[in-house]
C-alpha cells in the first residue's frame, strides 16, 4: 500500500516544546476567588460519590442479609 504522506513514529521535538512553552505563556495563576469556587465544586463532587458509594455498600451489606 502506498501512502501520500508516510506516517511518522517519534516526536518532532522542537514543534512539541515550542507548543508547550506557548500554552505556558498563556497560562495564569487563579484568583483566590477562582480557586476556592473550584475547590467548593469539586469538594461537592467527592462527597457525591462518596455518598453515593456508601450509600451502594450499605445496600449490598444490609439489605441481602
Known sequence: MIYE???TY???T???LSSYIRVL???STPSWEEFKQVAKIAGAGILLVGTIG???FAFMFFLPG
Open 10 to 12: 517519534g516526536m518532532n
Open 54 to 56: 456508601f450509600l451502594m
Open 25 to 27: 505563556k498563556l497560562a
Open 14 to 16: 522542537p514543534t512539541d
Open 5 to 7: 504522506h508516510e506516517p
